[in-house]
């Protein structure tokens, strides 16, 4: 007799199959290889002060300023990888930081680093979407910011809520073939074409 488990995809999310519940939603089961991270946090740091940024700097100072953009941005990573093994050591059953807290220095604590957390939250968000609704404004045509900033709302905050955070790696996923493509494209636009009219972004000798 056949079993289940064979007609489950070759490719596929472990949590996806588990029980759905709360953690289950919160933390993709904990099943999350080194793979779906890195998509992750290319997808997710990419934002648009980091675009920006990146090709300043290596306007002024030449491929090295890109590198030691990234260089100086990976620290971070770095440092939070070899904390995040230690809280995984000392407190298993922990999901998010603010359980530590809650744990180590208690529910006065607790609290006030959630209203910490949830801040930070809404100012990011906010600052991501606005910067979303730019880019379709700037791309479509008699469309309000107003408008482009609901939709965004609407189509992240409902894939968002149906999937949990399961649903936010296929989108890594799509995000980041996304960068890469147009990361590809560049390069050989500068690269490739000559200097001109049909290419201001330069090339190589200049």
């Known amino acids: 007799m056949v079993s289940a488990s064979a007609f489950q ?22 099943n999350v290889n080194a793979g779906l991270t890195a998509t992750t946090v290319v997808s997710q740091w990419t934002w648009a002060a980091t675009l920006l940024q990146s090709s300043t700097v ?7 300023g890109s590198i030691w953009y990234a260089a100086g941005a990976s620290i971070q990573i770095l440092l939070f990888s070899m904390l995040s093994i230690q809280l995984k050591t000392r407190a298993p059953g922990a999901k998010t930081f603010l359980q530590v807290i809650r744990a180590r220095f208690g529910k ?19 600052m991501l ?66 200097e001109g009219d049909s290419n201001p972004l330069g090339n190589s000798n200049c």
């Open 108 to 126: 006065r604590t607790h609290i006030t680093f959630c209203c910490f957390a949830l801040v930070t939250n809404i100012i990011v968000t906010a």
């Open 129 to 194: 979407m606005l910067g979303g609704s730019a880019v379709i404004t700037s791309l479509v045509k008699l469309i309000s910011v107003e408008y482009a900033t609901t939709l965004i709302a609407a189509i992240l905050g409902g894939y968002t809520f149906i999937g949990g955070l399961g649903a936010t790696f296929y989108v890594s996923y799509c995000n980041t073939a996304i960068i890469y493509i147009v990361m590809i494209i560049l390069i050989f636009k500068v690269y490739e074409d000559e």
């Open 58 to 64: 290596a306007a002024k100072y030449g491929i090295s």
């Open 9 to 30: 995809p070759l490719f596929c999310f472990p949590f996806l199959f588990e029980k759905d519940d709360l953690d289950i939603s919160f933390d993709a089961g904990g």
